[in-house]
């Protein structure tokens, strides 16, 4: 089992950096070693982005048989808050917001976050389906399809929501889960595995993404992740 832990691995620098917030919560992630990452990388770019010290728990799926019993609902991920569990991605990425600050400041922007994280639930279920699909000639065909069609529609749907709330973020006028899960679709998958083509239109979604990418916590840890898990730069 693979146990890495954010803060103990960058060392002194982020202990003494003020930025960082630190919680007498003891969070532990679990979830598969899964190299594009999946469903628990909101939640770490919340706890990144917080500043929050968290254990990320990455084990193979051949393990899973032997886990799966000791789990809520023999899914992952899971988040082990004080040696409590708590199951279900978005549960768990709503629950990590609101402890750190990053639901939105009232209830109607919590609500609009929620909205944008389900928005992002959907597209990771939909693109799932060619994802496990054998045959290349058809998952290529369903990718294409997925990219056109689904993907398309939403980028422009998105951009408008963008151009209305006119703040350079999805909701209020500052980064909330919303952004992060944004990002942890859009340019941690989509944008890795088929290009940028598809922000061609989408000058403020792009701007958004590249906002995220370089806030200084979540650029902290994404150059953390991408040197211990992908140092041949292949994600």
């Not at 998105?158 to 980064?175: A, F, I, M, P, W």
């Not at 902290?220 to 040197?227: A, G, V």
């Amino acid at each position: 089992m693979l146990i890495e832990t954010f803060y103990r691995q960058i060392g002194s620098e982020i202990v003494t950096n003020k930025s960082f917030k630190f919680s007498m919560a003891v969070y532990k992630l679990h979830y598969f070693d899964n190299p594009r990452r999946g469903h628990a990388e909101l939640s770490r770019l919340i706890l990144s982005q917080a500043g929050v010290p968290f254990e990320d728990v990455r084990f193979p799926h051949s393990e899973w048989p032997n886990m799966k019993p000791t789990t809520p609902f023999g899914q992952v991920p899971i988040l082990e808050v004080n040696g409590q569990m708590l199951a279900q991605s978005n549960a768990i990425a709503r629950y990590l917001a609101r402890q750190h600050g990053l639901a939105g400041k009232d209830d109607w922007e919590q609500a609009q976050t929620d909205m944008y994280i389900e928005n992002i639930n959907d597209l990771l279920n939909a693109v799932a389906v060619p994802f496990v699909e054998k045959d290349p000639a058809k998952q290529k065909e369903m990718y294409g399809k997925f990219m056109t069609e689904t993907i398309a529609f939403h980028v422009v749907a998105v951009e408008k929501q963008l151009k209305k709330n006119n703040t350079g973020y999805l909701v209020g006028d500052r980064l909330t889960a919303a952004d992060l899960a944004y990002y942890a679709l859009f340019s941690d998958f989509i944008e890795v595995k088929f290009g940028g083509a598809f922000l061609k239109d989408a000058p403020l979604l792009k701007s958004l993404l590249v906002r995220v990418r370089t806030s200084p916590n979540v650029k902290k840890w994404i150059d953390f992740r991408n040197s211990k898990y992908y140092p041949d730069g292949n994600e």
